[in-house]
């Protein structure tokens, strides 16, 4: 994937809290669709962007263990609202608040998903960023791939438990 030849740097671009950031995919999260708005902060053009997977602009700072929850709950056909790190062609980051929703044909089938992003408030960013980092660092420290994500799934659970909320209201609760 393209993004893995990209060196992260800290620099952070933003958008405005009017625009919306737009993406659809097919059923295995690749892109068939943009908007300009993605398009301009992701830095690649439309073409690099079509029909390739969603993680080309995967931030290395996301744990593994969101991108599960999130495909864990679109694919039982809900809802998900989530923060996201993102990094654009040159290396700069990107935070937005992600809502996905699966797309459906006449019949019921989910032939897709939507995600529409807007800029998060800075003290939502200030707490995520320390729970991911937190998460990350169970990932990282696992003597195996398949053992952290375990472990931080399950953190990510607690987390929630603990909240008495479920997924979506903490996160809209930030
Ligand atoms: C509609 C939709 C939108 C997504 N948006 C993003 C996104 O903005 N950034 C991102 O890193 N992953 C996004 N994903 C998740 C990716 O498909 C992928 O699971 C994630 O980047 C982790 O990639 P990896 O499993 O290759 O590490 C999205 C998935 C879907 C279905």
Not at 51 to 63: A, C, G, L, W
Not at 119 to 141: G, H, V
Request: charged fraction near 20%.
């Amino acid at each position: 994937m393209l993004a893995l030849n990209i060196t992260p740097i800290n620099k952070e671009k933003t958008f405005g809290e009017n625009e919306l950031i737009v993406s659809r995919t097919d059923t295995r999260g690749m892109i068939t669709y943009c908007n300009r708005t993605f398009i301009n902060i992701s830095g690649y053009s439309e073409l690099e962007l079509l029909r390739k997977p969603h993680s080309i602009i995967r931030h290395p700072d996301m744990p593994k263990a969101v991108f599960k929850l999130l495909w864990e709950t679109i694919s039982k056909n809900q809802e998900i609202f989530a923060y996201v790190k993102n990094m654009s062609k040159g290396g700069e980051y990107y935070w937005v608040l992600a809502h996905v929703t699966p797309t459906h044909d006449q019949s019921g089938t989910i032939i897709g998903y939507h995600s529409n992003r807007r800029r998060p408030k800075r003290n939502a960013i200030d707490t995520i960023s320390k729970i991911y980092a937190s998460l990350l660092d169970i990932e990282l420290k696992a003597s195996s791939t398949t053992t952290g994500l375990q472990k931080s799934y399950a953190e990510l659970n607690n987390i929630i438990s603990s909240s008495g909320k479920d997924y979506n209201e903490l996160i809209l609760s930030l």
